[in-house]
């Protein structure tokens, strides 16, 4: 699937990730942030955070499977909350205005964004409604030019740094799928308030924010697209961030694989060493094997979504597996290490904290499995 531009964009990012970000993770760590604006600008000086974008906005157009390999490489970094910040700015926050926003959406937020210059957020989750968006309050209600916004958003990835947030609100109407919009909203707009920063089990260097909106006034051009359609365009963004979320943990699996049998190989046990043993051996293989598929599944749902199919189906088989293995390979890791994997310094420790996000966030695994059985028809059977 991959050509030599492609490997050109990993060698790029890689260079960057060892340079840039991972000399500084144990500080960022420590500090329960890292300087978004600041890595950000890096990348897009490079080129690397509007791989997909259009050309007219600072963009490489290039296709998604580029975008792929951007994030694979990411997953070089010794830490998990990086990448999902950065997947938040490339995937989550900005293909809705690329491919809706007007000439001058794209100008004020998309080009600067795609430069580093601004660190954007999205806006989905609330108290009330994480996995099922349909079900949001936040509210923009039309007064003349503006609409006036009043809610809340929860987990903003980027939301104490950010420059902006693509919001998901309700504007009106009585259907569930088409009474919402998405709406561009700088964060230092006058009632918005994001001073609580959430304390995590994980992913700590990435800040991550409560945001309340109390009469938020911004003005009608700021919403992209047409009103109503926010939930769609909403789902459609949905698709590339489960990609980007399945191939950015790939390579944090061959971190934790590689360090485990270089530990478990010097580890001695009862005469031998930890990987002597047949049952690790056995299991370290399974594990690989299970990372080889789920990078193949990753890899085919990418080929279809260039090729212009329907990739809900397979994005969301992505999304579940390379979760899941996540969970199961850093733990089943961890365990081999013993007492040495506890540690917050080891890597397997490290990803066990991360990685345990991705079944929750970018749609929970209970929702893959929901939308799986949906589209295989299993719903429909009596």
Avoid at 220 to 235: A, K, L, P
Avoid at 282 to 309: H, I, M, S
Wanted: hydrophobic share 35%; charged share 25%; with cysteine.
């Amino acid at each position: 699937m991959f050509t030599h531009e492609h490997e050109e964009i990993r060698r790029t990012t890689e260079r960057f990730v060892e340079e840039h970000v991972n000399p500084h993770v144990a500080e960022w760590e420590e500090n329960g942030l890292f300087p978004a604006h600041e890595v950000f600008k890096g990348l897009g000086d490079l080129g690397l955070l509007g791989i997909t974008k259009p050309e007219d906005c600072g963009g490489l157009g290039l296709d998604y499977s580029y975008q792929v390999a951007f994030a694979e490489a990411l997953g070089r970094m010794t830490c998990g909350g990086i990448p999902m910040a950065v997947g938040v700015q490339t995937d989550m926050a900005t293909p809705a205005v690329a491919r809706f926003g007007s000439d001058e959406l794209k100008q004020q937020y998309l080009a600067p964004a795609i430069a580093g210059d601004q660190v954007a957020c999205i806006g989905v989750s609330e108290p009330g409604a994480g996995s099922d968006v349909a079900n949001i309050t936040t509210t923009a209600k039309r007064d003349g030019d503006d609409y006036v916004i009043n809610g809340q958003k929860m987990w903003i990835t980027n939301g104490t740094q950010g420059d902006w947030i693509c919001l998901l609100c309700v504007t009106g109407g009585d259907s569930r799928h088409k009474n919402k919009s998405m709406i561009v909203v700088p964060l230092d707009a006058p009632g918005v308030n994001r001073e609580t920063k959430l304390d995590k089990l994980g992913q700590r260097s990435s800040d991550t924010a409560i945001i309340f909106f109390d009469n938020v006034r911004v003005p009608v051009r700021n919403r992209i697209g047409e009103e109503g359609q926010g939930f769609i365009y909403q789902m459609q963004q949905f698709q590339e961030e489960r990609l980007f979320l399945s191939a950015s943990i790939l390579q944090a699996m061959e971190r934790v694989y590689e360090d485990t049998l270089e530990y478990t190989g010097g580890r001695k046990l009862f005469g031998g060493t930890v990987l002597d043993n047949q049952y690790v051996q056995f299991k370290l293989a399974e594990l690989k094997t299970e990372l080889e598929a789920a990078r193949a599944l990753t890899y085919q749902a990418t080929q279809d979504l260039v090729a212009g199919r329907d990739v809900t189906l397979n994005a969301s088989m992505a999304k579940l597996k390379t979760a899941r293995l996540a969970r199961e390979f850093t733990d089943t890791c961890l365990q081999f290490w013993g007492g040495q994997g506890y540690v917050t310094e080891s890597s397997t420790s490290q990803f066990y904290r991360d990685l345990r996000l991705h079944s929750i966030g970018g749609g929970a695994d209970e929702v893959m499995l929901q939308i799986i059985a949906k589209k295989l028809g299993l719903m429909q059977r009596k």
